[in-house]
């Protein structure tokens, strides 16, 4: 391993063109940026040495991001010029560095520290009243079951505690599709959720699709997630169809997520000022 001289806190977002990248993906090219840009990069011990970055949270597949942390450790002193200069040289296609913090080497890690995330996107084929009223059940409620699928396994949890806050308003005009336009300009309803999520290593980090599968449980709907296909869309309505039972209508179309962003990571100290 190489020795640590200086830690750097970068602020970057992800846009269209990286949305799909898996978070291995994404890791890769950053390591290409770094040999791009010859940045002295410091590298963990084993047989593999590896760049330190270390990102505060993965993002989800087909999420945006406007403010997102990670922590890059290097191996000689530069300025914050000279850094952002050599990253610019080849930041990987679809992130943009926005801010960049000069961070005490000793810190501690980032993830501990993370408690919150801010999410938005905007939701097809649901009235803002409708969606309103779900919401406030949502927060109403003092527990929320769920089953969480990993790998072969299934964990049953409690989601309320991880729901912060929810909000409902218009819809984003930049996420929806020339042929929607507008909630007041068509027959398709769409509307804007915003909500807040907790992030902790300790009690848990709640998901924003999950928190949208929770609604559209709610009102008695199918969900689809964010990255899903014109064919997961109705393969959605068909499952939708074969396990219909009385919650559940499914003559309607399922709730369908449109450009969902994480606006914001929040550690512990800036939540408390």
Do not use: C
Not at 37 to 63: C, D, H, W, Y
Not at 103 to 124: N, S
Not at 196 to 217: F, I, K
């Amino acid at each position: 391993m190489s020795e640590i001289l200086q830690r750097w806190r970068l602020v970057f977002a992800r846009g269209e063109e990286a949305r799909y990248l898996s978070h291995l993906d994404a890791v890769k090219g950053w390591e290409r940026a770094f040999r791009r840009g010859e940045i002295p990069v410091a590298t963990s011990e084993g047989f593999s040495p590896r760049p330190k970055l270390v990102f505060a949270a993965p993002l989800q597949l087909g999420m945006l991001a406007e403010h997102e942390l990670a922590d890059l450790f290097l191996a000689e002193k530069l300025t914050a010029p000279d850094l952002r200069e050599r990253l610019s040289a080849g930041m990987p296609r679809g992130y943009r560095v926005l801010g960049l913090d000069n961070v005490w080497i000793g810190a501690a890690a980032l993830a501990p520290r993370l408690a919150a995330a801010d999410y938005r996107m905007t939701l097809l084929n649901v009235e803002q009243p409708r969606l309103a009223a779900a919401s406030e059940r949502l927060m109403a409620s003092e527990r929320l079951m769920r089953d969480r699928h990993k790998e072969a396994r299934t964990v049953t949890y409690d989601l309320r505690p991880l729901i912060l806050d929810l909000r409902v308003g218009p819809s984003d005009p930049a996420a929806l599709p020339p042929e929607i336009g507008g909630i007041e300009a068509g027959p398709i309803a769409a509307t804007g959720l915003w909500m807040r999520l907790r992030h902790s290593q300790n009690l848990g980090s709640g998901r924003a699709d999950e928190v949208v599968a929770a609604l559209a449980d709610e009102m008695g709907m199918a969900a689809v997630p964010a990255s899903g296909t014109e064919e997961e869309v109705e393969a959605a309505g068909e499952r939708d169809g074969a396990l219909a039972t009385p919650e559940r209508d499914a003559s309607q179309p399922p709730l369908e997520v449109l450009r969902p962003v994480r606006e914001r990571l929040w550690l512990a100290e800036e939540l408390e000022r």
